[in-house]
């Protein structure tokens, strides 16, 4: 009984977003509801996934004792959330930063706080590098 409330309730959200309902599967199945909800978010999808295989890569040479290979291979990605991801993590390790890692990060540091988006600079400038 939930399921079904539950199915016409995201089948109200999907149809009510002022969308051409030709163009919007129909909702019946739990998998409609899926392919309803992914129909328009497959950029985003895309996007996420790349973003996530880039973060298990970085993480699978990632060695607590020498972050160097990592930082490496973080300089070699292109996607700046994943800069960001990675320093997040990285500053919340303060011990891991030597002289060799700031010096491979300095560039992508530069980069980022010219950064168009708003927030990427703001959570970087937000880092702090103190051990």
């Known amino acids: 009984m939930r399921r079904a409330s539950s199915n016409a309730q995201v089948a109200a959200a999907v149809t009510s977003r002022n969308v051409d309902e030709s163009v919007v599967p129909s909702v019946s199945t739990e998998q409609d509801i899926i392919a309803a909800l992914n129909f328009r978010n497959t950029s985003m999808t895309l996007i996420l996934t790349h973003r996530l295989h880039a973060l298990q890569e970085i993480r ?70 103190d051990s």
């Open 60 to 129: 699978s040479i990632w060695d607590e004792s020498n972050i160097k290979p990592a930082v490496m291979k973080l300089a070699e990605c292109s996607d700046h959330a994943v800069w960001v991801d990675m320093l997040k993590l990285m500053n919340s390790r303060a011990k891991l930063f030597t002289l060799d890692v700031a010096i491979l990060l300095l560039p992508l540091v530069n980069e980022l706080l010219f950064e168009v988006y708003e927030e990427l600079g703001a959570k970087f400038n937000s880092l702090s590098f």
